[in-house]
């Protein structure tokens, strides 16, 4: 049976949910790139990760097959057959980003779901002024859409987001506010 949790909305305002027992943060991100050592360096240079370690390689074809048949990869990341690296990147004091990094199968997606695609994702970046960290990432080549975008009312009265995209176009976000009561 999952714990229960409140989560204050608003003042006065509490939902309740069944959880996951001992579920109480979010621990990493992760983000698959064609090129482990370019990506290491664009989010190095640009977002100022440091690199904790790496891990790999992880060859399908080197590891002992489960118990049903299927082989490691398969089992443990959905992948069947596959070779793989990862490097493990620290963003400011709440980041994880892992770096995965495929050799084998062939066959992946080149391009990166975008936002309206199932699987559609992005990441976002906390920044304190948002015009200087865009000219930051123009300075460095970076791919910006428009922006950015200001809210004005509502519960998310105050924000200013940017998107903008990596080498490989995993969608990424600049978002400026001064304090929301989520987050």
């Known amino acids: 049976m999952g714990a229960r949790n409140a989560v204050r909305l608003q003042p006065g305002r509490v939902m309740s949910k069944e959880t996951m027992p001992g579920l109480f943060r979010a621990h990493h991100v992760a983000i698959t790139v064609p090129d482990l050592e370019a990506g290491v360096r664009f989010y190095s240079e640009v977002l100022g990760a440091v690199e904790m370690f790496r891990l790999g390689p992880f060859d399908a074809a080197q590891m002992p097959r489960q118990p049903d048949g299927r082989d490691w990869t398969?089992?443990?990341?959905n992948v069947p057959d596959a070779r793989l690296w990862i490097a493990n990147l620290k963003i400011g004091d709440n980041l994880v980003l892992e770096l995965f990094r495929y050799e084998r199968p062939d066959g992946g997606n080149p391009t990166p779901?975008?936002?309206?695609?199932?699987g559609g994702h992005h990441l976002a970046f906390h920044v304190k002024n948002i015009e200087e960290a865009a000219a930051f990432l123009r300075r460095k080549g970076v791919r910006l859409m428009d922006g950015p975008i200001e809210i004005?009312?509502?519960?998310?009265?105050g924000v200013r987001a940017l998107y903008f995209l990596d080498p490989w176009g995993n969608q990424l976000e600049l978002i400026e506010h001064d304090r929301l009561f989520f987050v």
């Open 152 to 157: 004005k009312e509502g519960p998310s009265a």
């Open 113 to 118: 779901p975008r936002n309206h695609d199932i």
């Open 74 to 77: 398969e089992a443990h990341v």
